[in-house]
């Protein structure tokens, strides 16, 4: 191994001009970065992005199956927190618009111009903007920021990968692939509640008192005594009739034959009843989404914000200028660039109006000057004093997480034959070791930060393959891979800088 000149290191170093600079030097197997590494002064300062690109292409030669210096790194992040991956949505229900974009390290760099959508896309949803937009994977969408709309028509599990390019027609550089499941139950049109029907009062009928049956009185007639009267509150009772006397024959005393009068009994009078009022008008609209701000280089942008209740919506720009024709929950700006300005959505029914929370859509300024953001080699791990070394250097004042990786059995995913069947990683300081690790066992936290970075997956949560994620302060370090078992194999090592 060259030495290499504190002199050369700071020429090195100089114009990368960030807090916290991370530089890799691999001291085996390497030449390209040694023969970088160990140029004169002179060369590094007036040539070192020829310098870098050339060993960058170098370290891709001898076989690195990640991102090289000064790559882009990709997350995928939707436009609402409100709809994480799995999203749950019914058979026949309209889904608010998912929004998704890609948040980028450095987050300067443009945006990609286009989406891969493979897998299952759920039928009746459409993945893209108007005008270039899917039904069915696997397809492009060319679009910086696509949505997901639509009303779902077959229930079941639907899970999509999606993967951004840089120009449109899935063209250039990609990010890493990412998966979106969309869950969606089986629905029912809801049950009618029946009105009921009001059951009349029934009207009392009298029962008939039995006729007497006419006795002999006295010759005397027995007149009919008067009804007897009756508060004006109770019912009348219906007129008794006068006593008929019934024919004799010449000379006979008449016998007067009684009419009883039959009671009535008062019929109440109930009145049709009277339908109860229906439910109060409901109150003014309630946002259920709020729309986020995004800073963007350009391209198109979606916002979403979905209310409860609300029958008309209208964006407005800046506080008061109604943008024309958005009049839905979404805002699709075509043009990032000639758009930017804080919007507001106004949600109105017949009981009133809200307004939801303002989202800022901002340009990113130019991008800052080049850096590195990982690199990576793959190389021969032996025994002793030839194991695989990789040295770097933390610089800045402030202190910078990093992720180190050492892959073996994740290598035969890219057909590498010979792959170091259990490599251990360990970190040093100087002589002092400072962490080691055998067997990730499916960190969560490993597995987001690699995915953060854009790091290629790991798979196997019981896999042998190795990683550190850790935050180191200002100072050089050495990262070394060796099999654990006292064997060997090909490995690969990968540093990554974790904004």
């Known amino acids: 191994m060259l030495p290499i000149l504190p002199a050369c ?37 007036s040539g070192i992005g020829a310098i870098i690109k050339a060993s960058a292409a170098s370290l891709a030669a001898l076989g690195a199956v990640d991102s090289v210096a000064g790559a882009t790194t990709f997350a995928l992040s939707t436009g609402n927190p409100g709809h994480p991956s799995p999203f749950a949505v019914s058979v026949g229900t309209a889904i608010p618009p998912v929004a ?36 069915a994977a696997p397809g492009f969408a060319n679009a910086t920021n696509p949505t997901l709309t639509g009303t779902p028509t077959t229930a079941g599990t639907y899970v999509m990968t999606l993967q951004a390019w840089e120009s449109a027609g899935g063209k250039g550089h990609s990010s890493s692939t990412f998966t979106y499941e969309v869950d969606v139950s089986g629905g029912s ?58 024919p004799t024959a010449a000379g006979a005393t008449p016998t007067p034959v009684p009419t009883t009068p039959v009671p009535t009994t008062p019929v109440p009078t109930t009145s049709a009843p009277t339908p109860s009022a229906g439910p109060p008008a409901s109150g003014a609209p309630v946002f259920t989404t709020q729309p986020m701000s995004v800073t963007v280089a350009g391209g198109t942008v979606a916002l979403d ?65 080049g850096r590195f953001i990982n690199i990576s080699t793959r190389s021969q791990v032996g025994t002793g004093g030839s194991i695989l070394v990789a040295g770097f250097v933390i610089g800045g004042p402030v202190s910078q997480t ?85 064997d060997a194999g090909i490995a690969l090592i990968e540093v990554y800088e974790v904004p």
């Open 402 to 486: 990093v992720l180190i990786r050492a892959s073996g059995p994740a290598l035969a995913a890219f057909g590498v034959a010979g792959a170091l069947p259990d490599p251990r990683l360990a970190l040093y300081a100087g002589a002092a070791l400072l962490a080691s690790n055998q067997g990730w066992g499916g960190g969560i936290g490993i597995a987001n930060t690699a995915a953060a970075v854009g790091a290629f997956a790991w798979t196997d949560p019981l896999g042998a393959d190795s990683a550190l994620l850790i935050t180191l302060p200002p100072g050089a370090y050495t990262a070394q891979v060796s099999g654990a078992s006292g």
């Open 100 to 135: 998704f974009a890609l948040t980028s390290n450095p987050t300067t760099d443009s945006p990609p111009k286009s989406w891969t959508v493979t897998g299952t896309l759920p039928p009746g949803l459409v993945f893209g903007i108007p005008g270039s937009s899917i039904t």
């Open 305 to 369: 914000a979905v209310a409860s209740g609300a029958a008309s919506y209208q964006w407005t720009l800046n506080g008061s200028a109604a943008v024309a024709g958005a009049t839905s929950p979404t805002l699709v700006l075509a043009d990032a660039a000639a758009a930017a300005g804080t919007y507001t959505c106004v949600a109105t029914n017949s009981a009133g109006s809200a307004t939801s929370d303002p989202a800022t859509v901002a340009v990113a300024a130019a991008p800052e000057t």
């Open 9 to 45: 290191w700071r020429a090195l170093t100089r114009p990368l001009r960030v807090p916290a600079t991370l530089v890799i030097a691999f001291l085996q197997r390497t030449p390209a970065v040694q023969v970088a590494a160990v140029g004169t002064c002179e060369a590094l300062e």
């Open 189 to 246: 049109a809801p049950t009618p509640t029946p009105t009921p029907t009001p059951t009349p009062t029934p009207t009392p009928t009298a029962t008939p008192s039995p006729t007497p049956t006419p006795t002999s009185v006295a010759p005397t007639p027995v007149p009919t005594p008067s009804p007897t009267p009756v508060p004006t509150s109770a019912p009348t009772p219906a007129p008794t009739a006068a006593p008929t006397p019934t």
